[in-house]
Every structure is written in C-alpha cells, then in structure tokens.
C-alpha cells in the first residue's frame, strides 16, 4: 500500500509536471530559448534512463550514449538511403537500440561491476572508431558517395517530422511537443520501474544479494532487464533528437557529452525520481552561462561534477529534500509554541 501510495504522488507529479511543460511554448515564443528547452528535454530524458540503470539497478554501465546514437543513426541511415519518414524509423531506433542492449547485457552483465564499465566504454569505443574509419562507398545521394555509416561526417539533411511544411515559421513548436511526449514517456518508465515492482527487486538485490538468490531471485535476469528497458527510451531519445537537428554523427560518441550527462545525474540526486530533471536544468544553466569558452566549458563542467561527488553526493534534490523534511519537522514545533500563549 506504501509503495501504491508513492507511486500515485509520483504520477501526480508527473502530470503537473506535464502541464506545465506544454505551456511553456505559449509564453516562451523565441526559437533560440525553446531550441535550448528542447535540448534541455532531450538530455533530461537521457539522463533519467541512466539513473534508472546505475542509481536503481547499481549496473555501471557506460554505454548509454551507444544506444542514444543507435536511434539517431536508424532514423539518419533510414532517411538517407531509403527515404523513410522518422515517424516510422524512430520507433524502429528504439527496437534496434533495445536489442543492441540485450546483446550487450548477456554478454557483459554477469561481469562485476568495474568490468562492466570497462567493457560498455570499450564496445563504445570501438564502434566510434569504427563508424569515422568506414570510408568504403555504400550508396551514391546527393552527388555525393556515402559509406553505410555516414563515415566522420555522419548523415544530415534527411527529413524531418514535418512540421516544416505544417507550421512553417512555428515548426519548432511541433518538434517541442514531439520531444516532451517523448521525455514524459521516459519519465513515466522510470516512475514505474523505480516505484514498482522492478525497483523492488532492485534493492533487495542492493540490500541483500544473498538473501534475494535465497527467494529466486536472479540478479543477471533483473539487470539485462533494466538494461534493455533504459536502452528502449534512450534509443527512441536518440532519435528524436536526429529527427529534430536533422544529424546523426560520431560526435553523439564524443567523452565530454557522456560526461555532461554523467554530471546531470550527480548534480540532480542519483538514486533519486526527479533528480536528472533538475540536474538537467542546472547543467544546460552552466553550459549556456559558459557558452564561447570552449575547453574551459569542458573544465568547469568536470569541476562541478567532482564537487557534488565529494561535498553533496545526494545532489540537488537531496538538498530540496532535506529542506523540506526540515520545514516539516519545525512546523509542529512552531506550532507548540503558539499553543501557551492562546491560553
């Protein structure tokens, strides 16, 4: 019934939440600002499957970013070579991404959790290089030879949702809805698996790994599961965001984006709901107060996530929490004072 409980405030959250985020485009109405709230959804979304799969389930997975680029490659290699709408390819990216992940996880995730890392960053690694050395000719488009994987210039220019020729000077207004269905699809996911039956499982494993084998169950079994369900909505994440900038490329592989990311975990709360929300927010704050700066961006980004490692580890919404259970707790004393004085 206490987990019931939870679960309904955090659906309830999550529908206010979602109001208030479809109004934002009738008072937010300059395409740069909504451009940046978009991204802002966009990462949000990743960063909430990721905290899904290392705060919840513990597995310490680097790979992430593989499976936001599997979606966004789908619906660029889709669109270029075959001419297919990303209404169609973007669901197609989330299959293929949850695939990739089930492969991967059998593979890797009856390693401990060090290996896992290393190993999630080599398969990532490898795949990069991989897609900037493919040079070889695939198909012809545009006067131009493309390799099967867009080689170091990725694939552009393929169509978009549409909205171009529906809305014309407001198309950016159409992708926001299709961006924030996609992050309030994400966040429903993960309100679910933490608050429910999943998340359950996830810390009795954490608890107790013996006592949980001892009632059946299988840690391998519960991983590969998270593994393949964050890939899902990161994959589909991914190919939003290619069927928004119109962009797939290698540069979705590079550190300081799976850092910045990283940092928007930490800085919002691992192992909290709501956290890569907030964390999210603040880190795109950062990175717009430091746009232009260029390696120092990159710095300054580092340096924030290694001091909320070392000096607030329940990050951003650890602090909201504490602030509120402390305003809580000093309301009934308050209110003991009051009492004496109105006899």
Known sequence: MMGSGVLTRHLVGLIG????MAVVPFFVTQRYFLGEIVLFMIWASVAIQWNVLLGHAGVFSLGQMLFFAIGAYSVGMLGVFYDVTPWLSMPVGAVVAAVAAFIIGIACLRLTMPYVALLTFAIVFMVDSLIRTDVECFMSHGGRCLPLFGGGQGFSGFDDLGFRKLLKGKWIVGNYFVVLTVLLLSLLASIVVIHGRLGLAFRALHDSRVYAAARGMNRTRFHVVAFV????FTGLTGAVYAAHFRFAGPSLFEFPTLVIVMAMIVVGGLKSTWGPIVGAAAMMLLIEFAKGWGDIQNALVGTVLILFVLLLPKGLSGVI???????VKAEPSRTDQASPAKQ
């Open 17 to 20: 939440f979602a109001a208030l």
């Open 229 to 232: 369900v964050t890939a899902f």
């Open 321 to 327: 929490s504490a602030g509120v259970e402390k305003m």
